[in-house]
């Protein structure tokens, strides 16, 4: 299990928790039915009077800016990013020229005269730099680097975001000190209005939350916001409104009567212990609220989601389905290679059907969302991780008719990553417990019903046991560590290290000789191999121009039963669209 993190992966991540599992089925017409939504109080709730869609081209979409009078798109035409300035009201598109193979747009100065930007580079981290809305060269911003950041209203100030620090400095670079040191990678760093507080989200990647927090311009009083609302842990990405009457953010959640989760746009009032009014509720996801300065009109990306299954044909050099119309992610061969167990998108739920895609049969409930699937090595049972609205993810088993399914663990805490021992009397799995914030490695013992953890396992995550049984590999909480633990001389070692980020979703070669893992930070994203014994990595598949899903746990990839790779395209569409508002 994993989403991404660290600075060179920056866009994956901003995509995966702008649209934290977006889906839901989008009908639009050219304007929208005004409703009250749920707010918080009894007096007037934020108000949608029209929904009006601007772009058209079909680019994937990072981050938006507006001033009232033209839009800031970052895209994703190819695999490098450009930034599209689009003219309000009639939605011309130009491309803006910059000297940067590929650039995302932070910010916007207060007076429209220029963009933050980083320049992004899969060799170093990125850079702050300015860039002219109109014409002239872009400046570097001292020596500054980092994952994201913005201006203070004045224009003095710049807060910026690298890694797990929020930093501080002059507008110009200069006289930068760190503010605060997180628990987990920080991004959507914006100032108040009155330049006293900075808001921004902490995202934690083991259990894939996003939080908001605040903390004064002088460091002082950091703390976590919402923390009695049930949706505090998809919230991120939000902005004030012009007069800091309102903060605008997003957060997911299900519609109603459903598993399927959105993301939608909230309004937090400025007056002290006020709950989050909803701006919209489905059925259309939006992320990256920017705001016009009276306040009457958000513009935000829309969502439209729409994947497939494909694997790499080593021969034909190029993806292809690996079953026709298979919408899901998370697909798992059972040991014969007759059936798949799979996740279906956008529903989230847990079925198997022969590998040609014949004789479907959902095996999880409605109500729930099912992860990573493993079939038990006779093909019988499939052990996965289930999620109930509110819950955490429990390590859960089905049979293969669909017959008992249910949760293994009647205990607090998560599980996830459900590994089979060879010979199908033990499951392991990683463990997480929130009240002590511990992780650890266990593993079930189905003759004796006994639960041990693994020794030395403390900190440690995502465990693949080897095919021969030998060994078991796990991951540090940062991601550049991967650990290999001898079964029979029960000890740990180290294997290798890599930036943080690098190693992502581990899989084992059927001969226990190696390990690959997908590598999203050094060079080009590619799936690689290190070797047992070996204390660095070769690079196997170059993934290439792949549109690849974000999905709830991030990007995922497997393996099929005739060993190619197995990876989640998407073929969602992304649009920028205009809400006009009415905030009391």
């Not at 991004?187 to 009155?194: E, G, K, L, R």
Request: charged share 20%.
């Amino acid at each position: 299990m994993r989403t991404n993190q660290g600075d060179g992966s920056d866009l994956k991540i901003r995509l995966g928790l702008a649209f934290l599992t977006v889906f839901g089925m989008i009908v639009l017409a050219g304007t929208y039915q005004g409703n009250m939504v749920r707010g918080a109080g009894t007096g007037p709730a934020p108000r949608v009077t029209a929904i009006k869609q601007i772009t058209h081209d079909g680019y994937r979409k990072a981050s938006l800016l507006a001033d009232d009078s033209q839009l800031f798109v970052t895209e994703l035409p190819s695999s490098n990013r450009m930034i599209a300035k689009v003219t309000l009201p009639g939605s011309d598109r130009v491309v803006m020229p910059s000297p940067f193979s590929s650039l995302q747009a932070l910010d916007l100065s207060p007076d429209h005269s220029r963009l933050l930007i980083s320049s992004l580079s899969k060799s170093a981290d990125p850079e702050f730099w300015t860039l002219p809305v109109a014409s002239g060269k872009p400046q570097r911003v001292g020596d500054l680097t980092g994952r994201d950041g913005s201006w203070s209203a004045d224009g003095k100030l710049l807060a910026f975001a690298k890694g797990s620090l929020l930093s501080i400095a002059r507008a110009d670079g200069s006289e930068a000190h760190s503010l605060y040191g997180a628990t987990g990678s920080v991004f959507a760093v914006h100032f108040s209005p009155d330049g006293k507080r900075i808001r921004f989200t902490v995202s934690d990647t083991e259990q894939n939350t996003t939080a908001l927090w605040e903390i004064g311009t002088d460091g002082s009083n950091p703390h976590a916001l919402l923390k009695d609302w049930p949706y505090k842990n998809t919230a991120c990405c939000g902005t004030w409104t012009a007069d800091g009457q309102y903060y605008i953010f997003q957060a997911g959640s299900t519609l109603p009567n459903t598993n399927i989760l959105i993301t939608s746009l909230w309004a937090l009032p400025a007056a002290k212990d006020a709950a989050p009014a909803q701006i919209t509720a489905g059925p259309m996801s939006f992320g990256n609220p920017s705001l016009s300065h009276d306040n009457n009109k958000i513009w935000a990306i829309g969502v439209q989601p729409a994947v497939e299954v494909v694997k790499y044909d080593a021969r034909k050099k190029k993806y292809i389905p690996l079953v026709e119309g298979l919408s899901a992610t998370d697909v798992d061969y059972s040991a014969d290679g007759r059936w798949i167990a799979y996740v279906s998108i956008p529903e989230g739920t847990l079925w198997r059907s022969r590998a040609d895609g014949s004789d479907r049969l959902q095996l999880s409930p409605d109500g729930e969302r099912a992860a990573l699937p493993h079939w038990s090595p006779d093909a019988k049972q499939i052990a996965y991780a289930s999620l109930k609205q509110g819950g955490s993810w429990k390590l859960s088993l089905v049979s293969i008719n669909g017959v008992d399914a249910h949760e293994m663990l009647p205990e607090n805490g998560s599980q996830i990553d459900a590994n089979w021992s060879p010979d199908g009397m033990r499951l392991m799995f990683g463990d997480y417990s929130g009240a002590k914030d511990r992780r650890n490695i266990r593993i079930l013992d189905f003759t004796t019903k006994k639960i041990d953890a693994i020794p030395g396992s403390d900190g440690l995550f995502s465990p693949r046991w080897s095919p021969d049984g030998r060994y078991i590999a796990a991951l540090s909480t940062n991601f550049m560590t991967l650990m290999l633990y001898d079964v029979n001389a029960r000890k740990w070692s180290k294997w290798i290290e890599e930036p943080a980020g690098s190693i992502s979703y581990p899989i084992w070669s059927a001969d226990s000789k190696s390990i690959y893992f997908d590598d999203l930070v050094n060079g080009e994203e590619a799936i690689r191999r290190v070797k047992v014994g070996a204390t660095s990595a070769d690079e196997g598949l170059v993934i290439g121009n792949l549109d690849r899903y974000m999905g709830a746990l991030g990007l995922w990839f497997g393996r099929a039963s005739d060993g190619s790779w197995m990876f989640v395209r998407d073929r969602s569409t992304q649009e920028v669209y205009q809400l006009s508002m009415e905030l009391p």
